[in-house]
């Protein structure tokens, strides 16, 4: 809360439904195997697949919004369950590169099902999926994403009283 607002701030509630949908998400995959974020990794893999793109873990990790490292982690995980294969870039061997496995393909065409029924049980108290409350949101949330974080400044004494 912030001193003149009477009730939440506007971050408080977008970290509130962060969480709520984080909950709900992981709640509704875990049946098939799936955290949240794993899932977040297959069903983006799935629709890169689909537009015919093989993506590296860089390219993924900036598709969802995740680190890297995370993305790396997430990846060994669903390797290890048999959802996809990672191989080296035959144009660079630094980078890996992500598919899913036609297991992997099956889980996360079942997940993105429960998770678009979710959506629309989310959703309804703004009219649902295709209403205009609901177009109107996502074009807000899309302006709040859009805009970039500024790098993080060491907490030192030279930093301390400056101004940008």
């Given at each position: 809360m912030s001193n003149g607002s009477p009730g939440p701030t506007p971050g408080f509630l977008v970290w509130r439904l962060a969480n709520k949908w984080r909950v709900a998400v992981d709640r509704a995959v875990a049946p098939l195997g799936l955290t949240h974020a794993q899932y977040a990794v297959a069903a983006s893999l799935h629709g890169?697949?689909?537009?015919?793109?093989?993506?590296?873990?860089?390219?993924?990790?900036?598709?969802?919004?995740?680190?890297?490292?995370?993305?790396?982690?997430?990846?060994?995980?669903?390797e290890s369950a048999g959802l996809i294969e990672r191989t080296r870039d035959p144009r660079d061997p630094r980078a890996v590169q992500l598919a899913l496995t036609e297991q992997g393909q099956a889980v996360a065409q079942r997940a993105i099902v429960v998770v678009q029924e979710l959506l629309e049980q989310l959703l309804e108290p703004l009219g649902g999926l295709d209403a205009p409350r609901t177009h109107a949101f996502t074009d807000e949330l899309m302006t709040l994403l859009a805009v970039p974080i500024a790098p993080s400044v060491p907490n030192d004494e030279s930093t301390q009283g400056a101004t940008p």
């Open positions: 890169m697949q689909r537009a015919g793109e093989r993506p590296s873990q860089r390219r993924l990790a900036d598709h969802t919004g995740l680190e890297a490292l995370y993305v790396s982690k997430l990846a060994r995980a669903l």
